[in-house]
């Protein structure tokens, strides 16, 4: 089941700092005469920054302040048509930006450039060398199962012959990500690299040690302060432990307490009604529910639905038929509860038995059922 995430991976702060930061970033591109317009962008907290620069007799240059080293998207607008108007392929270049002067030197794209004068920069352009033929492989498969005819795609051996090549290559890109951060516990980049390898649900067996392994400057900067709370978080989600209580409040508006529900057996599903795949997956949990429901079994829906929009989360629990109890606080990724239980991609589910232990997570259609029909015939 396809799931939406909120990626915090390389493309998030790397290693965040307390004071902010003022960058340089100076471009000659040798192949270009005349006029036209590059743009630079790159998040902050809260919100998306769009910069743009004229193309000076090949030359451009950008300042500006960020809070910590930020991963950036420069883009040349080859047409004039603006930045919403690239094509498909557009000519980009990702960069990091810093408080060092950035140099860009190129014959006649940005995709092409050579960065020097970053330290940072050339630990990215280290790091991806390190990991780049996984990732070439798996860039070749993606684009071959594009490109398989339609007539074919109902072959399951070719599809199950790309799939298992792409798992494998994946795998080795995994491994590489691994051996990169042990040979570099101080590279910003091996935080990043571990943030992707845990995935948005974290082993915390596995993932812990290695977060340990990196450089004290690492674990103590903002994305190490915040990669350690989310180990505590799954920590704290992980099977076996305790489901973290909460309140929050119903379509009603009344507040709904979680140890209320203690003496059954609880699904506490997170979803919401913009998404797609948590539609999708609410007819199976519908027929869990009617199927276990008179066996000590419930759920506690818990929305991502938006501020404003109360309307369309209860007329989604409506058109789904979830008759059973829901709650929000409609803050969308800022939901308290969703906060608490480290939640960053939907949908998600957590069961838990009657003393209020998590003893599944994750548990869909007959997987979920089984589970049920387990613990309820004990």
């Not at 690239?86 to 860009?104: A, Q, R």
């Not at 818990?302 to 209860?314: A, E, F, N, T």
């Not at 969703?338 to 209020?356: E, F, H, R």
Request: proline letters at 5%; glycine letters at 6%; one cysteine or more.
């Amino acid at each position: 089941m396809k799931r939406i995430l909120l990626m915090i991976l390389v493309a998030l702060p790397i290693v965040g700092l307390a004071q902010s930061s003022t960058f340089t970033l100076k471009a000659r591109i040798a192949g270009i005469s005349g006029s036209g317009r590059v743009y630079l962008t790159y998040q902050i907290p809260g919100k998306m920054m769009v910069d743009s620069a004229l193309i000076n007799d090949g030359s451009f240059k950008f300042n500006g302040t960020v809070p910590y080293p930020l991963k950036a998207q420069l883009w040349m607008d080859h047409r004039g048509g603006g930045i919403t108007k690239l094509g498909p392929n557009p000519d980009m270049l990702t960069l990091f930006l810093d408080k060092e002067e950035i140099s860009i030197n190129a014959t006649d794209s940005i995709k092409n450039s050579i960065i020097t004068g970053s330290r940072i920069n050339a630990e990215y352009i280290e790091y991806k060398a390190f990991i780049a033929v996984p990732v070439k492989e798996m860039a070749l498969i993606t684009a071959e199962k594009a490109a398989v005819p339609a007539d074919q795609t109902n072959d399951q051996q070719i599809m199950d012959d790309l799939k298992l090549r792409y798992q494998k290559a994946a795998e080795n890109k995994i491994a590489l990500q691994y051996q990169y951060i042990k040979l570099n516990p101080n590279s910003e980049f091996s935080l990043g690299a571990l943030h992707e390898v845990a995935g948005p649900y974290i082993d915390v067996a596995t993932i812990e040690p290695i977060y340990n392994g990196l450089s004290a400057d690492i674990r103590n900067s903002m994305s190490g302060q915040q990669f350690a709370k989310s180990i505590e978080i799954a920590r704290n989600t992980a099977v076996g432990s305790m489901a973290p209580v909460f309140i929050q409040n119903d379509v009603d508006d009344k507040p709904v307490n979680l140890i209320d529900f203690r003496g059954k057996y609880v699904l506490l599903d997170f979803w919401a009604s913009w998404c797609a795949p948590c539609r999708a997956e609410n007819p199976n949990v519908v027929k869990t529910y009617q199927q276990f429901k008179d066996k000590n079994f419930t759920v506690l829906g818990v929305s991502l639905d938006r501020p404003g929009k109360k309307d369309s989360w209860i007329a989604a629990i409506k058109a789904d038929g979830l008759t059973w109890t829901q709650v929000s606080d409609l803050k969308f990724w800022d939901n308290t509860v969703v906060k608490l239980y480290g939640i960053t991609g939907i949908p998600q589910n957590y069961l838990i038995d009657p003393a209020g232990k998590i003893i599944g997570k994750n548990l869909k259609g007959e997987e979920l059922e089984r589970k049920l029909t387990e613990v309820l015939s004990q």
